[in-house]
């Protein structure tokens, strides 16, 4: 009687500490909070129901909120409100607003080429009629190009979010790295400063744009400024 009772306590010790390590791992699972957006390379949206997709286009249908850490597929934590991970696509703000909610980078298309060298640049992306607000970088793009902003509005109202002690993270309207090929226009754009391009970036145009406090140019080619006030 007594080996069944130690067999019988043994038994139910051993399927309450499978359970427990069953649900301790459950926990480890990354999840992908709701107002986190990201575009990823496959075409599909996460984080929203706010972007609707028809073929290359994702058009805004109301405003958007993310927030500054990502859980994507491809992201790698990065720390965005909206990482792009696609090339070749149209983003339509129609007017409404995408609020970074004091994260570093309000939109990213650099698909942490800098922190991993295999992912891919990205290229071709067109982001018109949008608002950006409340993040420390309006729009971030590191390498790849050929981009086009035309008509957005990057707020000024840019708080120092996770910046740290990077104070080049402090308030940037659109910021590039190594990118070239990127044409800016109608755009009204706060930052200090408010276009920031560095490092081998080349052929970039800047034209008829409002541009509050200024520009950045570092380590780069042939840049085109023509009638910004």
Not at 130 to 137: G, M
Not at 168 to 197: D, Q, R
Not at 214 to 223: F, M, T
Request: with cysteine; hydrophobic share 40%; net charge negative.
């Amino acid at each position: 009687m007594l080996t069944t009772a130690l067999v019988a306590a043994f038994l139910i010790l051993t399927l309450i500490t499978v359970a427990s390590v069953r649900y301790v791992s459950a926990n480890f699972s990354p999840v992908l909070p709701a107002d986190n957006v990201v575009i990823e390379a496959d075409g599909s949206v996460g984080g929203t129901n706010k972007i609707v997709r028809n073929g290359d286009v994702y058009t805004f249908i109301g405003n958007v909120s993310g927030t500054q850490t990502l859980q994507g597929s491809s992201s790698g934590n990065m720390s965005s409100a909206l990482a792009i991970h696609k090339s070749n696509i149209v983003i339509d703000g129609a007017g409404y607003t995408f609020q970074g909610n004091g994260g570093k980078a309000g939109i990213d298309i650099s698909n942490g080429v800098c922190k991993k060298p295999s992912e891919r640049e990205v290229w071709n992306v067109t982001i018109k009629n949008l608002r950006v607000t409340n993040c420390s970088c309006g729009i971030h793009c590191e390498f790849g190009g050929n981009h086009t902003f035309y008509g957005d509005y990057i707020s000024n109202d840019f708080i120092s979010g996770d910046a740290g002690s990077n104070s080049s993270w402090e308030s940037l309207g659109i910021a590039l790295w190594g990118s070239s090929g990127v044409n800016i226009s109608h755009c009204t754009i706060g930052g200090s400063p408010a276009v920031y391009m560095h490092f081998v970036c080349s052929n970039n145009i800047v034209t008829e744009n409002n541009i509050v406090a200024g520009v950045s140019i570092a380590i780069s080619g042939i840049e085109t400024f023509d009638r910004n006030y």
